[in-house]
């Protein structure tokens, strides 16, 4: 999530607003927050101020002062703001790549989590999910991403969320990044009746199809038999399901196998994506466990999605640069990394396919640096 941070005129709660750097007429300012440069009496009816510039001589409760870039702000966008001077980008107006954060809570204990689950009370995740909701009620959007931690911790609200993302934007693909476990109970699953599943897309994690290696991976016994039971939940429900696998130490060399346990089992499945480590978080501290040289993982990966395709398994690779990946799978390999935290190496500006490469998580705290060739405009490394 995209954070500036500036200094706040006083102490003041969380609060979320819509960006205008145009300005609205009085009447509709009530839910909007003023970019400009210097705070003057033109921000009165607003809800929040966002300025580069000083404290300045007029005074309004919620205005954030000195913040840099805030042209990485967008008009429409929608923000968070404490009184610590933080403002979070929770929507970005034209993005296809919006997220509804429920929790940071997580009933998996992923040994690759780029971003560890944490206890923490979900509320304020929820309420700015709604309010999100509220201000782009109206607005045509292509897509909307339920996610967390694990979103369906959230219980009702989740499927409130849900109900309430997927009717009010039929024109939208509403995606849910579950791990899949509480769909295995049927009394969970049957919360999902009424609400509408031709534009719902649940993305479910399964790493190996083999319960020695899934729940190696996810931390938790059993989860391999759950997670594959929710996959046929959500499915005997009419969701679309997706399955997405981390590439990992743990499951590299049997992808092929599994991609053809997917084609048995999982025919049904709307897309298979294999991604690519991001090393933060728990991947980072267990990086020795976890991470698999591009070497290594290129034989496997190609015969996984070569499989698939075989199979007629929708098939994408997310996370893998392009000059990674084995040339007769490198189109099936996708942009993945969001924008703000998507970043290429100083090499890569002479690459001919740098436009469609992925590049690499600036959140990582190693890139395979040596393994990076730019591609000439003939296509070849
Ligand atoms: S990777 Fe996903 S499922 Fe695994 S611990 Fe992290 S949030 Fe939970
Ligand atoms: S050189 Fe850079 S831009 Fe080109 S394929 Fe490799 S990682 Fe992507």
């Not at 300005?23 to 300012?29: D, Q």
């Not at 510039?53 to 990485?72: A, K, M, N, T």
Request: hydrophobic share 40%; net charge negative.
């Amino acid at each position: 999530m995209l954070t500036l941070k500036g200094r706040a005129s006083e102490a003041f709660s969380s609060f979320v607003g819509e960006v205008t750097f145009a300005g609205r007429p009085f009447y509709a300012r009530s839910r909007a927050v003023l970019v400009c440069e210097e705070l003057t009496h033109a921000a009165m009816g607003y809800k929040g101020c966002i300025t580069s510039g000083g404290r300045g001589s007029w005074f309004h409760p919620h205005h954030i002062y000195g913040v840099e870039q805030p042209g990485l702000l967008h008009e429409g966008d929608i923000v968070a703001m404490d009184g610590t001077g933080t403002i979070e980008v929770l929507w970005e107006e034209g993005s296809s790549q919006n997220c509804l954060f429920l929790t940071e809570n997580c009933n998996c204990r992923c040994v690759m989590c780029p971003q560890p689950p944490a206890q923490s009370d979900p509320a304020r995740f929820l309420r700015q999910a709604e309010e999100v909701l509220e201000l782009i009620r109206g607005r045509s959007i292509s897509d909307c991403c339920i996610t967390g931690g694990e979103p369906t911790l959230a219980g009702k609200a989740f499927f409130d969320i849900l109900r309430r993302s997927a009717r009010e934007h039929p024109e939208a693909l509403i995606s849910v990044l579950t791990n899949g476990r509480l769909f295995s109970d049927r009394a969970f699953v049957r919360r999902l009746a009424g609400i509408p599943a031709e534009n719902v897309l649940f993305c479910v994690s399964l790493h190996s199809e083999l319960d020695a290696v899934h729940d190696a991976m996810a931390g938790v016994r059993g989860s391999c038999a759950q997670t594959q039971q929710g996959i046929y939940n959500l499915a005997g429900y009419g969701f679309f399901v997706e399955i997405r696998t981390v590439i990992s130490q743990y499951n590299c060399r049997y992808l092929a196998e599994f991609a053809e346990h997917l084609g048995n089992y999982f025919p049904f499945c709307a897309h298979v994506a294999f991604m690519g480590l991001e090393l933060h978080g728990h991947a980072e501290t267990n990086r020795d466990r976890v991470e698999v040289s591009p070497e290594a993982y290129a034989p496997c990966v190609k015969d996984a999605v070569l499989t698939l395709v075989r199979r007629g398994i929708p098939v994408s690779l997310y996370n893998i640069p392009l000059c990674l990946c084995p040339a007769e799978v490198r189109g099936y390999a996708r942009r993945s990394i969001s924008d703000w935290k998507n970043i290429y190496l100083p090499r890569c500006r002479s690459c001919a396919l740098r436009e469609e490469c992925c590049g690499f998580f600036s959140t990582s705290s190693a890139l395979p640096e040596t393994f990076i060739k730019p591609f000439t405009s003939g296509g070849h490394v």
